[in-house]
């Protein structure tokens, strides 16, 4: 397993602990920030969250982060990567603090998620957005990343439906 933070300029990425899991998850359930995640609106997330919550630190076959602040410290966003079997391609998720929004931070943790990724074998990576989504469809071709598929997929406790891009970047 890997315990290592990832640092940035501005960042620490690091493991995600059941300390910081109150940030994710409110992030994540908000009605704005968490638009066009699958995760579901807080009125209808159920049990999930509190059994993710306390197995936080036990490693599923995903790796889950928290992205904090050098500077002072405050939570800036998430991120998880997930990798196959054999290592070589990694999913990766990632979600940013309103407040902290077209500042590169989105940038910041991706390209560090990237290295962290290949260091560990990935050669292929992918990341689905909702197309909807502008910035992180922006974020994600401005760091060399490709459309690889369309598709959808359907928010969680609700009946919306997204069409969705699976984008893709191939390392060496």
Same mark, same amino acid.
């Given at each position: 397993m890997i315990e290592k933070s990832l640092e940035t300029n501005r960042l620490i990425i690091k493991r995600t602990k059941k300390e910081d899991t109150s940030f994710c998850i409110d992030m994540w359930l908000d009605d704005e920030m968490g638009k066009y995640? &699958?995760?579901?609106? *807080?009125?209808?997330?159920?049990?999930?969250?509190?059994?993710?919550?306390?197995?936080?630190?036990?490693?599923?076959?995903? %790796? %889950?982060?928290v992205a904090v602040s050098k500077e002072n410290g405050e939570y800036i966003g998430a991120c998880s990567a997930v990798p196959s079997e054999d290592r070589k391609h990694w999913d990766l998720g990632y979600s940013v603090h309103k407040k902290y929004w077209r500042q590169g931070y989105a940038t910041e943790i991706i390209r560090e998620l990237i290295n962290f990724c290949y260091i560990n074998g990935g050669r292929k990576i992918t990341a689905d957005v909702a197309k909807l989504n502008i910035g992180s469809n922006s974020v994600l *071709?401005?760091?060399?990343? %490709?459309?690889?598929?369309?598709?959808?997929?359907?928010? &969680?406790?609700?009946?919306?439906?997204?069409?969705?891009?699976? %984008?893709r970047l191939d390392l060496k």
């Open positions: 995640l &699958s995760d579901p609106p *807080r009125n209808a997330a159920g049990d999930i969250y509190l059994k993710w919550r306390d197995n936080i630190e036990i490693y599923g076959g995903c %790796y %889950y982060f *071709r401005k760091l060399n990343f %490709y459309i690889e598929k369309e598709g959808t997929f359907k928010k &969680s406790g609700t009946d919306i439906i997204y069409e969705n891009y699976t %984008y």
